[in-house]
């Protein structure tokens, strides 16, 4: 697959609140019986979002006025838990191109990646000013900029955070590693050569 | 200056720079499991890719393994399709499967050791996000997505960022009737969830120095709990002795060559750690979670926090969240909260150590009555020995239930699961909402003993009291 450069993202967005929203809050591990990435949308924060009926919760993900976000705000330590890919590829097959918080576990951040989700880290002041913008209006376009590591929306912009790889990874569109790791095949065989457990 | 064994064990393994600056870092021990595995065995069929090295890949099932029923079908036709994908796949490729029938299978954090496949001065990864256990044997062990699941089995390697190393002392003696569970628990309560993000920990100290190899991987084991990728202890004497004869382990002579190979891979006297943490050993507590992630956990004769006494905004937050969920009173005793179910296994703490510990300890002793309690222990290999050493029969006759090999309720992807808002105590390592099953269930984390003393007690109590230390 050839992907293509993510200079900037554009959508509008939804804010889902909370701290250390583990991988398990994304998409319960019941819904990972499967060998397929296929259909894990319809199951994104499925215990938050309705009851043992399948009836709505109370939940910003119900809420039609965020019906058409494509940017999901949180909080501190996002998707922290479990490597599972399982849960950005959730929140990718739901309409998801980007998530704005203001940090993220290790391990979901590089598998949102290399997904080619941008995951951008914005303080807790900068964070409060966006969430204040688009709920005061849920339809504002926002844009992720991840050229010049800025989030406009409305009247403001606060600058973000992104190890900075990762924003060469995105820039390029070789976010998805294969590729260039598979060019590498030849200096493989020199370390494996070296190394005596593998030899 | 000397270097750390992360560093040592990175510059053995690294391929080259990439072009966003991140390492290709050769991985070469890699373990799969039928959960995260599938997707990418499809991903190399879609773009017709071989497996590069299937000698150094390795396989067991274990998340979905039903633990009170073992022949197939299986009555969930989904676990039943994903053992029989990951059986295909393997056997297309060549790959070492620890399967159902081979007295091997296990959770796989578990099966790596015991076979001898995890060894010091190396990289393994594998798609969950425990495998920071294998650091216990001096192992740089990272959990990963099912991409780079998929770039291992394509490449053998990944891309990586170099980590920080924060060394994390425990020094001084812990207290009977406190286990290496409790250090971690300890451990993540001081530094938090997300304390360790960016660093790789590596433990030591006296404690560790004492301590098995089995206690080495509980706390390694939960290192990301505290949001460190890696977690290790330097490996020594008793690294080896542990090895030693263990069927994937080099055997005579070469053994020999390889403790002197895999001796120079420790940490250096004077290198750098990027941050050191001490922590006194015996201020270390029998220590439970009353919340809903790891690091909210008390000493078993404390009180359960009130959302008052969080620092921040966002820590009231956090407690009234948790404290809503678990249906606690903030300022309560966390001892004397009833329980229904009381789970004994998991990657963290379902080892032979584990189980021997918890029945020394049971004989004459009964599970209260409308306590479910069961024991899952975390491999063949631990059943059977387990139960050649009559385990089995102490633990039903306390009223245990004696299951098979696997994960179980730790993540409930099996017919192991809370029912409603029971609360469970677990030997396990999340806490978090839904974590074993139920969207409403409760889940306090503690060690073995503990959870012992609750099955017995029905309410949540210390060990120490209960089997008269």
Request: aromatic share 8%; proline share 3%; net charge negative.
């Given at each position: ?199 | ?59 067991t099932?274990d998340?979905?393994v039903?633990t009170?029923?073992s ?27 620890f399967d159902t029938n081979t007295g091997k299978q296990g959770i796989?954090?578990i099966v790596?050791p015991e076979q ?98 089995e ?31 263990r069927k ?97 296994g998991?990657?963290?703490?379902g080892r032979l150590s584990d189980l021997q510990?918890?029945a ?15 024991v899952v222990p975390g491999s063949q290999v631990v059943a059977s020995i387990a139960k050649a050493q009559g385990l089995d029969e102490i633990y039903t ?5 004696w299951r098979g090999a696997g ?63």
């Amino acid at each position: 697959m050839k992907e293509s450069a993510i200079k900037e993202i554009k959508g509008s967005a939804i804010y889902v609140e909370g701290n250390d929203i583990d991988t398990d809050r994304i998409i319960p591990a019941r819904f990972m019986k499967c060998v397929t990435f296929d259909g894990l949308g319809d199951y994104l924060f499925y215990d938050v979002r309705y009851d043992s009926n399948r009836n709505n919760k109370e939940h910003p993900l119900n809420d039609h006025r965020y019906a058409d976000a494509s940017i999901l705000i949180s909080d501190n330590n996002f998707g922290c838990g479990s490597s599972r890919e399982h849960a950005p590829q959730s929140i990718q097959k739901a309409g998801y191109n980007a998530v704005i918080a203001g940090s993220f576990a290790e391990i979901f951040f590089g598998n949102s990646t290399n997904l080619g989700i941008v995951c951008a880290s914005v303080d807790d002041a900068g964070r409060k000013k966006i969430v204040e913008e688009i709920e005061s209006d849920p339809s504002l376009l926002m844009t992720i900029d991840v050229e010049n590591c800025l989030v406009k929306v409305g009247s403001i912009q606060v600058p973000f955070t992104i190890k900075k790889g990762a924003r060469e990874s995105l820039l390029s569109g070789r976010y998805d590693t294969l590729n260039e790791l598979l060019e590498g095949d030849s200096d493989v065989e020199e370390v494996v050569a070296n190394l005596e457990y593998i030899s | 200056m000397g270097k750390t064994l992360f560093e040592k064990v990175w510059e053995a393994h690294s391929v080259r720079e990439l072009s966003n600056g991140q390492t290709q870092l050769l991985i070469g021990t890699h373990l799969i499991h039928e959960v995260t595995s599938p997707q990418a065995f499809g991903m190399l069929r879609e773009k017709g890719l071989a497996v590069r090295y299937p000698n150094r890949t390795f396989a067991t099932v274990d998340h979905i393994v039903p633990t009170n029923e073992s022949a197939e079908p299986y009555s969930d036709g989904l676990a039943q399709a994903m053992i029989e994908e990951l059986r295909k796949n393997c056997a297309e490729n060549n790959i070492t499967f620890f399967d159902t029938n081979t007295g091997k299978q296990g959770i796989v954090h578990i099966v790596g050791p015991e076979q001898g496949i995890t060894q010091p001065g190396t990289t393994i990864a594998c798609g969950d996000s425990h495998t920071s256990t294998h650091g216990a044997f001096g192992a740089i062990a990272f959990g990963i997505g099912t991409s780079q699941v998929r770039d291992v089995l394509a490449t053998q390697t990944i891309a990586l960022n170099q980590l920080k190393v924060r060394r994390i002392n425990v020094n001084g003696q812990l207290a009977p009737g406190v286990y290496a569970k409790d250090v971690i628990l300890h451990i993540i309560r001081v530094l938090g969830t997300n304390g360790g993000t960016g660093f790789a920990y590596e433990y030591g100290g006296e404690v560790f120095d004492r301590f098995s190899m089995e206690e080495r991987m509980t706390v390694c084991n939960m290192s990301i709990e505290g949001g460190a990728r890696v977690g290790y202890v330097n490996p020594d004497d008793t690294t080896f002795d542990y090895l030693r004869d263990r069927k994937y382990c080099p055997n005579g002579d070469e053994f020999e060559s390889a403790i002197t190979r895999w001796r120079a891979f420790a940490s250096d006297s004077d290198c750098h750690y990027d941050d050191l943490v001490e922590i006194d050993a015996n201020e270390i507590q029998p220590t439970v979670t009353w919340g809903i992630n790891p690091s909210q956990g008390v000493g078993v004769n404390e009180n359960i926090p009130t959302v008052e006494s969080g620092g921040t905004q966002s820590e009231r937050a956090s407690i009234e969240e948790a404290l809503e969920h678990m249906s606690f009173e903030g300022g309560s005793p966390v001892k004397g909260k009833k329980i229904d179910v009381a789970f004994l296994g998991s990657c963290t703490n379902g080892r032979l150590s584990d189980l021997q510990e918890v029945a020394q300890f049971l004989k004459g002793k009964k599970v209260a009555e409308g306590v479910k309690a069961i024991v899952v222990p975390g491999s063949q290999v631990v059943a059977s020995i387990a139960k050649a050493q009559g385990l089995d029969e102490i633990y039903t006759e306390a009223g245990f239930e004696w299951r098979g090999a696997g994960c179980s309720m730790c993540l409930a992807m099996n017919p192991d699961k809370l029912i409603g808002d029971q609360l469970c105590a677990s030997s396990s390592n999340r806490n978090f909402k839904g974590r074993q099953g139920s969207p409403t269930g409760r889940t306090m984390l503690m060690s073995p003993l503990m959870v012992a003393a609750a099955a017995i007690t029905g309410e949540i109590s210390d060990a120490r009291e209960v089997f008269n230390f």
